[in-house]
């Protein structure tokens, strides 16, 4: 196993210790019992108040909600809509993806272009996605566009700013390595760049379907 590929493995390992690491903080190691036996306190509660309050347009009943989410799950018309969804989040975090991932590469490993194109990153990255609308019914019309357009302009900033920070992270001992035996540019990326960033380049890719979920309108 090449060097470069150990360091893929260990920083991999070291995210997911990490992962392990704060799930223990948060709930010790009966998290999984302590989550249900909460849920089912709030459930408790959820019911009792809501027959207390008597006024289930304003305090839905708890047995009503259940009822009606697994009505919603063998419904066809609900199914199909949710399909349209995950269909448009996951095209919108692919674009995102073919966009973000080889600028953020150049950016990350190029310092030239980082300075060039920060200013205009933390510029548009700044503007509320909801500003965009307008404008992107304007572009794309009515239908799967304008929605597309939102999830992956929503997570093409973090996949970019996640694999700048993957490729930062690369210790320069596996450049000094690479170049020492021989390697040329186009080597080191495909070599140690390419592998040794990421996990970086995962989180973005996470957090940028998180968001697509978030910017489905």
Known sequence: MS????????QIAASRNSDRRRWRKMGGRNYNLHA??????????WTVAAHIVDQPFIFPYFEDVVGQVVYSLTDLYVLENL????R?????ALIAFIIGYPLGMLMGFFPKVL??????????????IMAWVPLAIVWFG?????????IAFSGIFTIILNTVAGVQDISKDFY????????????????VVLPAS???????????IGLGWMSVI
């Open 36 to 45: 249900i036996i909460a849920l089912a306190v709030i459930c408790l509660i």
């Open 3 to 10: 060097e470069s590929a150990s360091s893929v493995n260990r």
């Open 88 to 92: 448009r989040v996951l095209i919108g």
């Open 83 to 86: 399909g349209i969804t995950m």
């Open 115 to 128: 300075t060039t194109m920060s200013p205009f990153i933390n510029s548009l990255r700044q503007v509320p």
């Open 198 to 208: 990421l996990p970086g380049v995962l989180t973005g890719i996470r957090l940028a």
């Open 176 to 191: 000094n390595a690479a170049r020492s035996m021989g390697a040329n540019t186009l080597g080191v990326l495909k070599d």
């Open 142 to 150: 009515i239908g799967d566009g304008p929605t597309i357009f939102l």
